[in-house]
């Protein structure tokens, strides 16, 4: 349970606010991903990176911007959200980038945008 | 891209009896089919997963096929147990990436 960890586990943000998130992983793996989960889409593929390297961005909107600055932290920096952003920010981690291997989830950030 | 359609959204069972979860998916390149349980207020966490070049796959009570030439793969829970209850998601790998299917709330009732 503690191979993904994320911080915050929780955050209320007004719409002007500026922060980040955080996800580490202690598993040794090349390969890490941004998901969000809101009732309407359970797990919506944000950005996924593989050595450091962004190789797929899911058509996000700019106000997300990742930040993998080696290959067991990834960051989402967050400014001028949207209410509609409100839901939970799961990160994951896999062996590498090839999508063939099991992806480990955090436990996540509840964001609240106000 | 890749789509992933999942069925059904809600199933509900008595203890005891079997449950089956069906996905289909569009991009005849996927090549690794895993299954995730997330339990309320949990992460989601692999329960079993299949690759192209098998079609069955079984790990005691759970276990899921694949159709490669039908684009399609199933989840099959056998004497469910309240435990099991849970939303389950099927994903097909794109890339580096995968895709997951919108969920199945699972409840079993005992």
């Known amino acids: 349970e503690t191979g993904v960890t994320q911080t915050p586990r929780h955050l209320v943000m007004g719409m002007t606010n500026k922060k980040s998130l955080k996800c580490e992983q202690h598993l040794g793996h090349n390969a890490m991903y941004w998901y969000k989960q809101s009732a309407k889409k359970p797990l919506e593929l944000m950005f996924v990176?593989?050595?450091?390297?962004?190789?797929e961005n899911n058509s996000v909107p700019s106000r997300f911007s990742p930040e993998c600055p080696n290959s067991s932290h990834l960051f989402l920096h967050l400014h001028t959200l949207q209410p509609e952003d409100s839901a939970l920010y799961l990160c994951?981690?896999?062996?590498?980038?090839?999508?063939?291997?099991?992806?480990?989830f955090g436990p996540g950030t509840r964001l609240t945008v106000t | 891209g890749e789509n992933v359609e999942q069925h059904p959204s809600t199933l509900s069972v008595q203890e005891g009896d079997s449950a089956v979860i069906k996905c289909t998916y569009s991009?005849?390149?996927?090549?690794?089919f895993p299954w995730y349980k997330q339990e309320l207020g949990k992460r989601p966490q692999l329960i079993i997963d299949i690759r192209s070049n098998v079609g069955e796959k079984k790990d005691q009570r759970i276990a899921v096929t694949l159709n490669k030439t039908a684009k399609h793969f199933s989840l099959h829970i056998t004497e469910t147990q309240p435990e099991d209850s849970a939303v389950y998601f099927c994903a097909a790998s794109v890339g580096p990436a995968l895709i997951f299917g919108k969920g199945t709330t699972l409840s079993v009732s005992s």
């Open positions: 991009d005849s390149a996927s090549n690794y």
């Open positions: 990176y593989s050595l450091e390297e962004r190789v």
């Open positions: 994951a981690s896999s062996q590498d980038g090839t999508g063939g291997y099991e992806q480990y």
